[in-house]
T-cell receptor
């Protein structure tokens, strides 16, 4: 089945220690999104790629970076995680970025910062 | 400002007790409205897309409807496995960013 895969499912890192989260997709979608979801809150968009075109949300901290080396893979880098960055990180894909198609989400990576 | 509001925040039902979840929205130029189901510790699972007022979609015990101001997710004869948080979302015109409601946490007791 076509799907969105995230690795790892659980990640523990130390305060200030860089961490990378991974997302891959077999849907061949043009757009890949990264959302942050904290407990009992709705997902919040950090940034997205349309093909290789990177689009950052205005309120996304500089501490968060992303890479998309090819259509299938996208990475979220947190350069210096703080305690406030502990959250579920969700990757999603869509056919386009005009909002006319649904987004498909991966299972998420639960990040703990100690 | 585009906004999505869901009600109730939490809903407890007995197995077999039908009910509806509400999603009201304020957007300029609706491109679509999406319903998702989210289980604890998992990513949202896509359920339905609705594009225009009067449209309806069904899947098993779930039926989604859309008017010009709100959408309803009707749950008929729910089972305990329907327990989850149900999210509705609309896409922002730029970049397709989803604007989510806060969700309705549904609990179905046997």
């Amino acid at each position: 089945d076509a799907m969105v895969i995230q690795n790892p499912r659980y990640q523990v890192t130390q305060f200030g220690k860089p961490v990378t989260l991974s997302c891959s997709q077999t849907l061949n979608h043009n757009v890949m999104y990264w959302y942050q979801q904290k407990s009992s809150q709705a997902p919040k968009l950090l940034f997205h790629y349309y093909d290789k075109d990177f689009n950052n949300e205005a309120d996304t901290p500089d501490n968060f970076q992303s890479r998309r080396p090819n259509t299938s893979f996208c990475f979220l880098d947190i350069r210096s995680p703080g305690l406030g960055d502990a959250a579920m990180y969700l990757c999603a894909t869509s056919r386009d970025n005009r909002g006319t198609y649904e987004q498909y989400f991966g299972p998420g990576t639960r990040l703990t910062v100690t | 400002e585009d906004q999505v509001t869901q009600s109730p925040e939490a809903l407890r039902l007995q197995e077999g007790e039908s009910s509806s979840l509400n999603c009201s929205y304020t957007v300029s130029g609706l491109r679509g409205l999406f319903w998702y189901r989210q289980d604890p510790g998992k990513g949202p699972e896509f359920l339905f897309t609705l594009y225009s007022a009067g449209e309806e979609k069904e899947k098993e015990r779930l039926k989604a409807t859309l008017t010009k101001k709100e959408s309803f997710l009707h749950i008929t004869a729910p089972k305990p496995e329907d327990s989850a948080t149900y999210l509705c979302a609309v896409p922002f015109w730029q970049g397709g960013k989803l604007i989510f409601g806060q969700g309705t946490e549904l609990s179905v007791k046997p």
